[in-house]
């Protein structure tokens, strides 16, 4: 066999750190800098700027030891592929929400257009032996329309996100071929087990597919190997700057702020899929129920704005906007409001600082592929007095710490209980759960994520070493 000569990853968007191990990036961006720095091979994607015409052009620019090739899109792609196809059709269709989802016929042609001229532009920079990892939702057809063009080097692709049960896919026009394009691939990876099931029965039942004895899938005249592999935390280097003077800088801040008062804490993308109203209505349901605690709890929710150009998340913005000001302007006092509402981005190192002053991290998505805010929450705490994870048992998370407080995100019963056990937990339990979830997050970082899909798309080809 060729020696493998370069790892080539191709993601929507691509986001090497400007600093090799800044804090400011995520950690996927921090593994795969590093994986592509390992293997000299480069980060291919959409420049994130939009033109009135599609040239084709490609920019290639070195950041920090890593090469980025990237592209621009024409006006309409960013609307039908991007705003249009996956993040208004595969996003709310893969977190189970059909109600959101746009079934609009030129958002799947956009979807296409966009994955043909990714692959038509990528395609000649392959070379013998490269290996080819694609991530998420935005380029499942990638691989396809790169075989279509001759390339016939080992493909794999990441899901991101969850994969929906098939009563779910199936509302999707096309859908077979969406699902038909994954047997492009060699290996397909998905966050976890429960997804891998989704996945499976849709080939078994639906496409008529069967198992190979290898235990590959089998449907549509081709087979792929599908497998979870759980994404992790960048931890050490999380530890690390969870430590450093920003962090302690923000932890002093928050402490200052939330003297003599438990700090729950929310950290996400507004986003419909993360429960945040749900949530809200949990919290409010906890002050109904704990007279006692009112004036002694503050509930800091930051929600920087995405996706604003897609309709739902502006309705989200408004709901949550409104919401959260009634319950202030019901439960305020001259000097207390419970809920405190920033809409603004902090880098993750001044969040590993606020996390740490938090008593309680509160993440509680009604669907999710991992949850990496609930890996951070931990990974911040206070090894002498660390806070208490209330984690929804809807993200993959929750099948890997089994030790946070597990809830149901849709009972607000359920979260207000869970929100009054965890403020009243002792530190002997507090810390039992702590370190066993910090045994589990050492054990599974990004970097062996990394490690484990990369060797698995090698052996998808070759069979085990
Ligand atoms: C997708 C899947 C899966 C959050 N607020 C700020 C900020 N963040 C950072 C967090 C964390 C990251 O963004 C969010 O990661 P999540 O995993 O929680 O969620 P998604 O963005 O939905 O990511 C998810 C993930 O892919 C990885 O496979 O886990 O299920 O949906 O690192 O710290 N970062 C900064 N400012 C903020 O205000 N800088």
Known sequence: MAAISRLIVVSNRVSPPEHRKSGAAGGLAVAVAAALRQYSGFWFGWSGQTIETFTGELHTRRVNDVEVVTLDLEDADYQEYYNGY?????????????????????????????????AAALAPLVQPGDLIWVHDYHLIPLGRALRELGVTNPIGFFLHIPWPAPQLLTTLPRHRQLVEALFSYDLLGLQTDEWLSAFEAYVLGEAGGSREAD???????????????????????????????????????????????????????????????????????????????????????????????????????????????????????????????????????????????????????????????????????????PGVLVLSRFAGAARQMHEA??????????????????????????TRRWEALMDGLSRTDVHAWRDDFVAALKAARDGPA
């Not at 607000?412 to 209980?417: I, K, P, T």
């Not at 403020?423 to 002997?428: I, N």
């Open 405 to 430: 407080l597990i809830v149901n995100p849709f009972s607000r019963e359920e979260l207000a209980d869970a929100l009054k056990r965890a403020l009243a937990m002792e530190r002997a339990e507090r």
């Open 215 to 385: 235990g590959r899938l089998r449907a549509f005249g081709r087979s792929v190997r599908a497998q979870a592999f759980p994404i992790g935390l960048d931890f050490g280097d999380f530890q690390k700057f969870a430590r450093s003077r920003t962090a302690d800088r923000a932890y002093d801040r928050m402490a200052a702020h939330s003297a003599f008062r438990a700090m729950i804490i929310g950290v996400e993308r507004l986003d419909y899929s993360k429960g945040l109203e749900e949530r809200l209505a949990g919290f409010e349901k906890f002050l109904e129920d704990n007279p006692d605690m009112v004036r002694k709890v503050l509930y800091l929710q930051i929600a920087p704005t995405s996706r604003e150009e897609v309709e739902a998340y502006q309705d989200l913005r408004a709901r949550i906007w409104a919401l959260a000001g009634r319950i202030n302007a019901a439960w305020a006092d001259m000097d207390w409001a419970p809920i405190q509402y920033v809409n603004r981005t902090y880098s993750r190192v001044e969040l590993a600082g606020v996390y740490r002053a938090a008593r309680v991290g509160l993440v509680t998505p009604l669907r999710d592929g991992m949850n990496l805010v609930a890996k951070e929450y931990v990974a911040a705490q206070d090894p002498s007095d």
């Open 86 to 118: 996956a993040n208004g059709t595969l996003w709310p269709l893969f977190h189970y929400r059909i109600d959101l989802t746009a079934y609009e016929r030129s958002f799947g042609e956009g979807y296409e257009r966009v994955n043909r001229r990714f």
